[in-house]
């Protein structure tokens, strides 16, 4: 088979620091036919690196002679561009969220299902290695049953040092770190142990407004409107597990996720494939670092997700980084916002959780 061709669209920081720098693995598999960016300059300059061409019109990408779209675009963009992809016939894959809301992932969803399309929504984190050994320790049984979880996303406090895009769509009411971090704990969370059926959830904004201090959008006064900081305790199955996400505060020391079980535990990063899992398995005395084989160096590896979608296009296969996962998580988010206003626990729309991928490694291409 030919390599799939593809549009990607959106060539800011997360295109050029986590996704282009391995799109060599795509070799064989896919190819850059297009990039799309809104500033002509940086689009041309990634087209030389990457990419045959370019273009600042993402309409124009979509109907480019492309089998399929990487949406890398600001949140605020996502639904649209995603909904114009799928209606020009191409396949998705997105960068998280894939829409501002559960019901407009839920139109994304039934939209790709309708006609035939693969839409693989980020992020891909249960692709990642050490998710997956995770996932099959789980699997085996040798920890038990699962009682509690702890986890974490840390985006750090703007202005964030080397950030080369605008970040106001990050603080935009439609953004905050519960939609750009907090989906890698509670895909994983979901991901592992089921869907979350109840959460509690309180709040806090802790600044109005911040200035870039470096960069090409030095001096821009970002306004907040959005709570920067975010603290969940969701019920999953036989399991309370809590969740922070948080664009207010400096990185700690700790994993940012641990499983304890009623005989041993599990702790593990959700940012950096290279970070060893640390096991505590029943009876033992001490904890055990296991390193588990991975291709990128260091950190996120988000080329995956984009791996999985050809190769599940070429298989006919259902993916692992589901519209289903996604819309259920958005449907966390949105009963966290309701509990949080409300200062009572919300029951989460329970109609996504049965295609959630728990135990379903067979899934995983």
Same mark, same amino acid.
């Given at each position: 088979?030919?390599?799939?061709?593809?549009?990607?669209?959106?060539?800011?920081?997360?295109?050029?620091?986590?996704?282009?720098?391995?799109?060599?693995?795509?070799?064989g +598999?896919?190819?850059?036919?297009?990039?799309? %960016? $809104? @500033?002509?300059?940086?689009?041309?300059? #990634? &087209?030389e690196?990457? !990419?045959?061409r370019?273009s600042?019109?993402?309409?124009?990408?979509?109907?480019?002679?492309?089998?399929?779209?990487?949406?890398?675009?600001?949140?605020d963009?996502?639904?649209? +561009?995603?909904?114009?992809?799928?209606?020009? %016939? $191409? @396949?998705?894959y997105?960068?998280?969220? #894939? &829409?501002?809301?559960? !019901?407009?992932?839920?139109?994304?969803?039934?939209?790709?299902?309708g006609?035939?399309?693969?839409?693989?929504?980020?992020?891909?984190?249960?692709?990642?290695?050490?998710?997956?050994?995770?996932?099959?320790?789980?699997a085996? %049984? $040798?920890?038990g049953?699962?009682?509690s979880?702890? &986890?974490?996303?840390?985006?750090?406090?703007?202005?964030?040092?080397?950030?080369?895009?605008?970040?106001?769509?990050?603080?935009?009411?439609?953004?905050?770190?519960?939609v750009?971090m907090?989906?890698?704990?509670?895909?994983t969370?979901?991901?592992?142990?089921?869907?979350?059926?109840q959460v509690?959830?309180l709040?806090?904004?802790?600044?109005?407004?911040?200035v870039?201090?470096?960069?090409?959008?030095?001096?821009k006064?970002?306004?907040?409107?959005c709570?920067?900081?975010?603290?969940?305790?969701a019920?999953?199955?036989?399991?309370?597990?809590?969740?922070?996400?948080?664009?207010?505060t400096?990185?700690?020391?700790?994993?940012?996720?641990?499983?304890?079980?009623?005989?041993?535990?599990?702790?593990?990063?959700?940012?950096?494939?290279?970070?060893?899992?640390?096991v505590?398995?029943?009876?033992?005395?001490?904890?055990?670092?296991?390193?588990?084989?991975h291709?990128?160096?260091?950190?996120?590896?988000h080329?995956?997700g984009?791996?999985?979608?050809?190769?599940?296009?070429a298989?006919?296969?259902?993916p692992?980084?589901?519209?289903?996962?996604?819309?259920?998580?958005?449907d966390v988010?949105?009963?966290a916002?309701?509990a949080?206003?409300?200062?009572?626990?919300?029951?989460?729309?329970?109609?996504?959780?049965?295609?959630?991928?728990?135990?379903?490694?067979k899934?995983?291409?």
């Amino acid at each position: 088979m030919r390599p799939l061709r593809l549009a990607v669209i959106g060539v800011g920081d997360v295109a050029q620091r986590d996704y282009l720098p391995e799109a060599h693995r795509l070799a064989g +598999i896919a190819e850059l036919t297009v990039v799309c %960016g $809104r @500033h002509p300059d940086r689009a041309r300059s #990634v &087209a030389e690196r990457y !990419a045959s061409r370019w273009s600042t019109d993402y309409q124009e990408a979509i109907d480019s002679d492309v089998d399929a779209v990487v949406n890398l675009t600001p949140v605020d963009v996502h639904y649209e +561009i995603n909904r114009a992809a799928l209606r020009g %016939g $191409r @396949h998705v894959y997105t960068e998280k969220p #894939v &829409a501002a809301s559960a !019901a407009e992932a839920r139109e994304l969803r039934d939209l790709a299902a309708g006609l035939g399309l693969v839409l693989v929504c980020a992020p891909s984190v249960l692709l990642f290695p050490q998710i997956r050994y995770v996932r099959e320790l789980l699997a085996s %049984g $040798r920890l038990g049953i699962i009682r509690s979880a702890r &986890a974490h996303a840390n985006g750090g406090v703007p202005p964030w040092e080397g950030y080369a895009s605008d970040p106001t769509p990050f603080f935009s009411a439609a953004g905050g770190p519960l939609v750009d971090m907090g989906v890698y704990p509670l895909h994983t969370l979901t991901g592992l142990l089921g869907p979350v059926r109840q959460v509690a959830a309180l709040s806090s904004r802790t600044r109005d407004s911040f200035v870039i201090d470096d960069g090409p959008f030095r001096g821009k006064v970002v306004p907040v409107e959005c709570e920067d900081h975010w603290q969940l305790v969701a019920a999953l199955p036989g399991c309370v597990a809590s969740v922070e996400a948080t664009f207010a505060t400096a990185e700690g020391m700790a994993p940012e996720c641990e499983l304890r079980s009623d005989q041993g535990a599990v702790a593990f990063s959700l940012l950096d494939v290279a970070a060893p899992v640390r096991v505590l398995e029943p009876g033992a005395a001490a904890w055990t670092d296991v390193v588990v084989a991975h291709e990128r160096s260091a950190g996120p590896d988000h080329i995956l997700g984009v791996l999985h979608l050809a190769e599940c296009i070429a298989s006919s296969r259902p993916p692992l980084a589901s519209a289903d996962h996604a819309v259920h998580v958005l449907d966390v988010i949105e009963a966290a916002r309701r509990a949080a206003a409300s200062g009572q626990p919300v029951a989460v729309d329970p109609s996504a959780a049965d295609a959630l991928p728990v135990g379903a490694t067979k899934a995983v291409a």
